[in-house]
């Protein structure tokens, strides 16, 4: 499997990553949705407890949009669980372009990053050398593959993935394309504030002041800290018919899914299932969620009653910016991926025995509206430089995406700065997002280009 996915990566890059570019002369843009309920059963071992799940909160699902510009497919696969590793994107993509026809490259695999879910499964080794679990997931307990409850969802996870997406693309309806914006500002906090570097004496923050403390206060800075960068937007695609009715809304905002870990051993979807749930109710037609670079960004406070709140706030922001939207002019449908190799630090060579793990960049245009996954937990300055470098007025930075690359990753200078993220949370070098960075502006230029020639 290893040999067979090196000489795969080696063709791409010789290529130079873009061999599956495409577009249509003439779009005629159709869209279509499907769901299929994935919650594995409570037998299955909690990664953060290593014991097996007490109960089920809400469910967790699988949503699939399939979209076509008359020529051309693509399908956006969205995962409620922590994330969408190499293997289980691949395979995927393997049954999908066999069960519907839709090429390989054409279909985009994200996670909602809900941690009260599980790992997504690795069902081939090889994609990342002799890693083949994330370590988060076998801190507690061991590997899963051979533990019957979860083997039967493993095959299960799979089967109704297919079938999620075969209702989409049987649904395939006419559909006008849409984009509002609000601001999320108040559902959320960078968790890696700037500590001053000189100048200070004394603080009168408690020892242990974190979101488990008595007196937490979400909107205070301590320690003499500035605040960290937020993306403030939440972006609201949708999809309607001619009447203006929702057909789908991708709703897409930078937020970890950790309301609700670490306080339950409960399975549930965190806030953006409940958003999904109250958007839906709102706007009719189906909904489903895009996170965004979230490597730093948390929730505003943490619990229940928090998902609650964060649920009507950002359903009620969400529905604002659906009827006051702009619609936008359809162009071809463009998709271009690359991998790249991003260089590992001594970690990373250690978990993995590579000097660099391959790491997949998608980029999916309509018109003025792009997408662009990048893989792991990208920080919220990864997508503000691609978002600033980007030719389209729409940019959507999507982490989490086709594979886990080194996991949290950031831009030089992040790992000086220390912290979680940039010290137990990657395997790469300081380099890793800077390549990132240019690969995605890359990719983005080569589709707007491509999106100009088909006209």
């Known amino acids: 499997m290893y040999k067979i996915w090196l000489f795969r990566f080696c063709i791409f890059v010789l290529f130079g990553g873009a061999a599956t570019g495409l577009q249509a002369q003439a779009p005629n843009l159709m869209v279509g949705f499907g769901q299929r309920d994935i919650t594995p059963p409570l037998a299955v071992n909690n990664w953060i407890t290593g014991k097996p799940y007490t109960h089920v909160h809400d469910p967790l699902n699988v949503r699939v949009v399939v ?52 790992w997504a499964p690795v069902y081939e080794e090889g994609f990342r050398g002799a890693e083949r679990d994330t370590w988060w ?4 307990m061991p590997a ?13 996870l799979i089967a109704h993935t297919v079938a999620a997406a075969g209702d ?4 395939l309806k006419p559909a006008t394309l849409w984009i ?14 700037r500590l001053p570097e000189w100048g200070t004496a004394g603080s009168n923050t408690p020892q242990g002041y974190n979101f488990r403390h008595p007196e937490y206060n979400p909107l205070l800075l301590t320690d003499g800290s500035n605040y960290g960068p937020l993306d403030r937007t939440m972006s609201i695609v949708s999809f309607r018919d001619e009447q203006g009715d929702n057909l789908v809304t991708l709703f897409h905002a930078a937020i970890h899914s950790v ?8 399975l549930t979807a965190d806030w953006p299932g409940e958003a999904a749930a109250q958007l839906q109710s709102r706007l009719g037609g189906n909904v489903m969620f895009l996170q965004g670079a979230a490597g730093d960004i948390n929730p505003w406070r943490r619990g229940r009653e928090a998902v609650t709140e964060m649920g009507k706030g950002i359903a009620e922001r969400g529905q604002a910016a659906f009827r006051f939207g702009t619609r936008l002019i359809p162009d071809s449908l463009v998709i271009i991926n690359s991998e790249i190799a991003l260089p590992l630090d001594t970690t990373g060579k250690q978990r993995t025995g590579l000097d660099a793990v391959a790491a997949e960049v998608q980029v999916l245009t309509i018109g003025p ?33 086709n594979g886990n690359g080194v996991h949290y990753v950031g831009l ?27 690969t995605a502006v890359r990719l983005l230029n080569e589709a707007r280009t491509k999106a100009g020639n088909s006209r």
């Open 67 to 118: 979209i076509s510009d008359g020529r051309h497919k693509s399908a956006l696969v969205s995962l409620e669980l922590v994330d969408a590793g190499e293997s289980a994107t691949h395979e995927i993509r393997t049954a999908l372009a066999h069960a519907l026809g839709i090429p390989f490259y054409n279909i985009l695999v994200t996670a909602t990053h809900t941690h009260s879910a599980p």
């Open 137 to 140: 997931a076998i801190r507690y």
């Open 144 to 156: 899963q593959n051979n533990d019957p409850p979860f083997r039967k969802w493993m095959t299960d």
């Open 168 to 171: 989409a693309d049987r649904n």
């Open 180 to 193: 509002g914006k609000a601001d999320i500002s108040a559902f959320a906090n960078n968790r890696r504030p």
């Open 259 to 266: 309301a609700i870990y670490p306080y339950s051993e409960e």
């Open 369 to 401: 509206l792009a997408f662009v996954t990048l893989p792991g937990e990208p920080l919220t300055d990864l997508g503000t430089a691609i978002r600033d470098r980007s030719p389209f007025p729409h940019t959507l930075v999507i982490g989490y995406s």
């Open 412 to 438: 030089p200078g992040e790992k000086e700065k220390g912290g979680y993220e940039m010290t137990h949370g990657t395997v790469g070098t300081d380099e890793a997002g800077l390549l990132l960075v240019g």
